[in-house]
């Protein structure tokens, strides 16, 4: 498990493919909702989706299409 106090505001998020999948907005895993893949709504990653720092990513352990389907939208 990944020490949470190294995950940054507005560091990308990409899945276990290096696919695109959003942008972190705070710890929780909350996505901005202005990053283009987030369509204007905040999106929740859960933590135990959470792998790896690389290059400054913060890398999945899923593909990123199976963390798209997973977000949880949220209207803000």
């Known amino acids: 498990m990944i020490d949470i106090n190294t995950i940054e505001e507005h560091m990308e998020v990409v899945g276990s493919d290096g696919g695109h999948v959003g ?18 709504q905040h999106h929740y990653i859960k933590l135990k989706y959470v792998d790896s720092i690389e290059g400054g990513k913060l890398k999945l352990n899923i593909p990123t299409e199976q963390a798209i389907a997973e977000e949880k939208a949220v209207e803000n």
Do not use: Q, Y
């Open 23 to 40: 942008s972190v907005d705070n710890i929780g895993i909350k996505l901005t909702k202005n990053d283009p893949a987030a369509h204007g």
